[in-house]
């Protein structure tokens, strides 16, 4: 897969590709203060037992009343991933779950009262020769800025609308910017993340199947 030329190395949209959402600091230092951490990063890691290398990223984020931000990883396909293991912690709007693949795609989104920032991204492994480590190759599937949604989810009495919802983003031009298919349903969780006030669960992620008795289930979270 090639990085396209608004997206080779050095440039905004390539940055942006790799990394996620480029906030200024006033923003990052607002996180910060109402205690939401998000961990957007993708790291590449090996795994000597079956030989390969994978992606990891990290499902995270959280919400207060004025401001949200989240991030989630799903299959190209836009199916959920199953994770490697859930993370509990006593502390809220954090990290909630480790997550493995070959490939990943990031969505991660921030809310500012009733504005809204979404940036999804594809992220790969591309084999360099005459090396065993590959590097990753990242690229945009959908930008998104300054999102509109006129319902305030974080209210406890649209809890029911969690889900069911995300922002209309617009272009330059003001017409309605659409939504990559396959990731609809992952962006309107993703944006129910960005209004779970005090959240200490994951939104897209979802247990691995175990066996049981011979019969494929799905692990119930503890």
């Not at 809310?111 to 594809?122: P, V």
Request: aromatic fraction near 6%.
């Amino acid at each position: 897969m090639s990085i396209s030329e608004r997206q080779r190395p050095g440039t905004a949209s390539y940055r942006h590709a790799l990394y996620g959402l480029a906030l200024p600091s006033n923003v990052l230092r607002a996180l910060q203060k109402r205690g939401i951490y998000c961990t957007p990063g993708i790291s590449l890691e090996h795994q000597h037992l079956a030989r390969r290398y994978v992606l990891r990223g990290v499902e995270s984020g959280g919400a207060v009343s004025d401001m949200g931000r989240a991030c989630a990883f799903v299959a190209e396909d836009g199916s959920p991933l199953p994770w490697l293991q859930p993370i509990h912690s006593i502390a809220v709007n954090g990290r909630h779950a480790i997550l493995l693949a070959e490939s990943l795609v990031r969505i991660e989104m921030l809310r500012s009262e009733r504005t809204w920032e979404l940036a999804i991204t594809l992220h790969t492994l591309s084999s360099v020769p005459e090396r065993g480590r590959p590097k990753i190759v990242s690229k945009s599937h959908f930008r998104g800025r300054d999102g509109v949604l006129p319902v305030d989810l974080w209210k406890e009495e649209n809890r029911e609308l969690r889900g069911k919802l995300a922002p209309t983003f617009y272009s330059r031009a003001g017409e309605v910017l659409s939504f990559p298919p396959p990731f609809e349903v992952a962006i309107r969780k993703i944006t129910a993340a960005v209004c779970c006030v005090g959240c200490k669960h994951t939104h897209v992620g979802v247990p691995p199947m175990v066996v049981v008795n011979h019969v494929t289930e799905r692990e119930q979270p503890a």
